[in-house]
């Protein structure tokens, strides 16, 4: 297994490229288009792809988690400890910032700011909690049975989540918070922060107990009954 200080940079540097591409794709779509549904487009396309190359490249390094949710399920599921999974998320949470002052210093914008962009309500936590058990589920499908093609899986359903969810599928706790440091188009108001937050993690929760029973490796009471037994 690599060095646990070099996971940790794979993941802080992921998560935070991951945030640079979403908040300044953002920043300029909304700079090149008055048109709300073509600039979502372009920053969807956008964080697709990038998750597609930071999983492909920093995913032998540490698992490509860049996201809390995620750790804690590899945690819950003894694959990474308690102390390893809590580092992971803080550098996380370190790195998402940082690629946020990053996309603000490539547009000339303030480091860090207070985004002012409401994302409230039932609808919306119930799309963060949709949208982070799917993820949950098609990364620990897409270990079991397609590993190499998680990378894809992941930057694919992404891209569709950010359609059909009514929030535009945050699912990671770090972007959120990274994104709640940002008025942009991709920001989120601090207020509404912890309500993402709570939903993510119940997500994934629910992913991992129900993808735990999915994927159960069939023991000798699992086996199907072989016709040619019953004779």
């Known amino acids: 297994m690599i060095d646990l200080p070099r996971r940790l940079a794979a993941e802080a540097l992921g998560t935070g490229i991951l945030v640079a591409a979403v908040i300044g794709s953002g920043i300029m779509a909304e700079t090149l288009t008055n ?26 390094i540490s698992g490509a988690h860049f996201n809390p ?30 690629g946020a002052v990053i996309a603000h210093s490539m547009f000339e914008l303030p480091l860090l700011q207070a985004s ?10 119930f799309s963060e909690g949709v949208a982070t058990f799917g993820l949950v589920a098609i990364i620990l499908a897409g270990i079991q049975f397609e590993r190499k093609a998680v ?7 992404i891209t569709a989540a950010y359609w059909f969810t ?6 990671n706790p770090a972007v959120a ?23 993510q993690m119940a997500g994934a929760l629910v992913a991992l107990a129900l993808m735990s029973w999915l994927l159960r490796v069939p023991g000798s009471s699992d086996l199907p009954i072989n016709p040619e037994d019953r004779a």
């Open 177 to 199: 918070i990274a994104r709640s440091l940002t008025d942009t188009f991709s920001g989120i108001r601090p207020l509404d922060l912890p309500g993402f937050v709570i939903a």
């Open 151 to 157: 990378p894809m899986l992941v930057g694919l359903y």
């Open 35 to 60: 048109d709300v549904a073509l600039a979502l487009l372009a920053n969807t396309i956008a964080t697709g792809a990038i998750l597609v190359v930071l999983i492909s490249t920093l995913g032998p």
């Open 116 to 125: 002012t962009k409401i994302r409230t309500g039932g609808a919306q936590w």
């Open 69 to 98: 949710a995620v750790s804690l399920v590899f945690a819950l599921r003894r694959e990474l400890s308690a102390r390893d999974a809590a580092l992971y998320a803080a550098v996380q949470v370190a790195g998402g910032i940082i």
């Open 166 to 171: 009514a929030s535009t599928s945050f699912a």
